[in-house]
């Protein structure tokens, strides 16, 4: 297994450009969520998805985008890049919310937007 | 929405003391968990805890979940356990996101 895996580790970007982050996990599991951490701070959640076809909006939505088309990948999409949106995002997943919900994260992508 | 205070901030040990992490929340949880965040920013999982007492060889946490607070211990802490430990936590509402606090940072020198 490897668990959940992130891509890519590192990415610059300008001002208005677009990216994907990539998330995959191999644990057959049905919830997804992607987070950010500023500098000196705790996660915070963008999105998550409660399985295939499912998204809904956390904390700080605005920005990004996302979609959920297979069981195992959760993309998120920055639109228009922009300086605030320089952090470190996690994507993570857990098998069932009213059971067992253990998250597990991935290893993160550090963004800076210039 | 639910609060997460954890204390100290900080916390700077000698090599081989013994240390104790508290996380306070502020309304009843379905979850809670430890990460340690080490120098190169990747989360690991120290434990999944929303009730009861869990060790992990050095590394043991406790959480009373009727008062609302759970306790990390690390024993003979070592350089390696150097890093930022988060406890988080998903309330019994509607939402699944971990609310995190704001972490205790520790070092650990030889």
């Known amino acids: 297994n490897a668990g959940v895996t992130q891509t890519p580790k590192f990415r610059i970007l300008k001002i208005g450009q677009s990216m994907t982050l990539q998330c995959t996990q191999d644990?057959?599991?049905?919830?997804m969520y992607w987070y950010r951490q500023d500098p000196g701070m705790g996660l915070k959640l963008i999105y998550y998805s409660v399985g295939a076809g499912i998204t809904d909006k956390g904390e700080v939505p605005n920005g990004y985008n996302v979609s959920r088309s297979t069981t195992e990948d959760f993309p998120l999409r920055l639109e228009l890049a922009a300086p605030s949106q320089t952090s470190v995002y996690f994507c993570?997943?857990?098998?069932?919310?009213?059971?067992?919900?253990?998250?597990?994260f991935g290893p993160g992508t550090r963004l800076t937007v210039l | 929405g639910i609060q997460v205070e954890q204390s100290p901030p900080d916390l700077i040990l000698q090599e081989g003391a013994n240390s104790t992490l508290r996380c306070n929340f502020s309304d009843s949880v379905n979850n809670l968990q430890w990460f340690h965040q080490n120098p190169w920013g990747q989360l690991i999982n120290l434990f999944y805890i929303p009730s009861g007492t869990k060790q992990n060889g050095r590394l043991s946490a406790t959480t009373v979940a009727t008062e609302r607070y759970s306790l990390l211990y690390i024993s003979s802490s070592q350089t390696t356990d150097s890093g930022v430990y988060f406890c988080a936590v998903e309330g019994r509402q509607a939402g699944t996101a971990l609310i995190f606090g704001k972490g205790t940072t520790l070092s650990v020198s030889s």
């Open positions: 644990m057959n599991h049905n919830y």
């Open positions: 993570a997943s857990s098998q069932d919310r009213d059971a067992y919900n253990e998250q597990f």
